[in-house]
């Protein structure tokens, strides 16, 4: 048997701790819970839950927004009319691009990049797939350059600058 309390104004409980042994069902427009940390064991996190068959879906979409005080707000979030995943920095709102609306099976490559700063790829290499070449940087030797090349006519070979070049085209012909 159920029992109903009804309470005309606020009601607040002060505790060292609350237990309640079965479902806590709260309704309501809104629901905070102040904490400094928040522990969820479950693995799976529901947004829009409740929307009822037959509507379609939620034309919102749904976000986890990330509160950076005086800055503004970043998220992550699903927009339904463009079927796509979003990220927003505070700034700009980029699409993750997709393989079909179905989700994310795919992370396309920027077939145009562009840097708006130096690459910096000390201990890293870039690798081209389609022809097995490899290029990444070592010791500079004397009239080189520092940058090296992998490929299928050998390992290790160090490019030239444009002046030594020249200089070895003027001495061997």
């Known amino acids: 048997m159920s029992t109903t309390k009804r309470i005309p104004d606020q009601y607040t409980i002060i505790s060292p701790s609350v237990i309640i042994d079965g479902d806590l069902i709260v309704t309501g427009n809104s629901q905070s819970i102040v904490t400094n940390n928040t522990s969820v064991t479950d693995h799976i996190i529901t947004l829009n839950n409740g929307l009822s068959p037959g509507y379609g879906p939620n034309p919102l979409g749904a976000n986890i927004i990330v509160d950076r005080g005086i800055s503004a707000n970043a998220s992550i979030g699903w927009n339904e009319t463009l079927k796509s995943w979003q990220l927003y920095n505070g700034t700009t709102v980029s699409n993750i691009a997709t393989a079909s609306s179905a989700g994310i099976s795919n992370v396309y490559a920027d077939s145009t990049p562009t840097l708006s700063s130096n690459l910096n790829i000390t201990g890293h290499s870039l690798f081209d797939t389609a022809n097995a070449v490899t290029f990444y940087t070592g010791t500079i030797s004397s009239g080189k350059s520092g940058l090296f090349v ?24």
């Open 150 to 173: 992998d490929n299928a006519n050998g390992s290790q070979q160090e490019l030239v600058t444009k002046s030594a070049a020249v200089a070895y085209s003027i001495i061997f012909g």
